[in-house]
């Protein structure tokens, strides 16, 4: 069976005091609701990782990511956090990889595989965001890139380790822009990673693993993109800052 899964990414917003009030109001929104067996994982910046992991430890199905970690084990890297660091503030989860540190960070494929490596050496799990850029979609060169992107920062793992991953889908067109990728793209994408890993890794792990679909999901169309079949939840910006829309993403698995 495969993990449903709503991860809030908050990426750069929230002080300490918005943050614990946002969850203290997830809290609330979890606790009036019937008990699912999402999985719930909240992604806020380094800062909130202690508090938040505090206030929510022991709590079932709810779990911490961060957004990003170092590739070293440790050193004379001013400004960076190392994935050890994550692991001793309670963080089970980390965001590697995702379009915006692509981008504006210049992370590359080769650099992506060192800090799943580091991670997963650690003990995290990586929530490993992959997707194609607007004119590289135009071009039809999508399916290209997300192969290029699982072969060269994926591809070398164990078939144990990649087991234990989380990939999410990205399309960077989609991301915070409104312009959510349609049900039949996202499937058709899904299923197409699908495919690849059961290439290299065999079917019961590709039928195994789960694929979050991130870029403009909110709580208007989250049900009809997680009821795709190769869809197994959600990596939300966004929409994952207000409670209220955050809660109903989770329930749309209801
Ligand atoms: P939005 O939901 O704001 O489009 O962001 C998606 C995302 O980048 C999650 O990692």
Known sequence: MRKKIVAG??????TINEGLLLVDEILKGLSENQESDVLKIIAPSF???NSISNKISGIKNLELAAQDCHQ?????YTGEVSAKMLVSTGCKYVIIGHSERRQYFLESNELLAKKVDTAMANGLIPIFCIGENLSQRNINQHFDVIKEQLQKSLFHLSAND??????AYEPVWAIGTGNTASSEQVQEIH???RLEVEKKYGVEISSRFSILYGGSCNAQNAKELFACADVDGGLIGGASLKAVDFIKIINSFL
Do not use: D
């Open 47 to 49: 800062i909130h990782l």
């Open 72 to 76: 070293a084990e440790l050193g004379a």
């Open 9 to 14: 990414n908050w990426k750069m917003n929230n």
């Open 191 to 193: 299923s197409f990673i």
């Open 162 to 167: 990649f087991s234990k991953l989380i990939v």
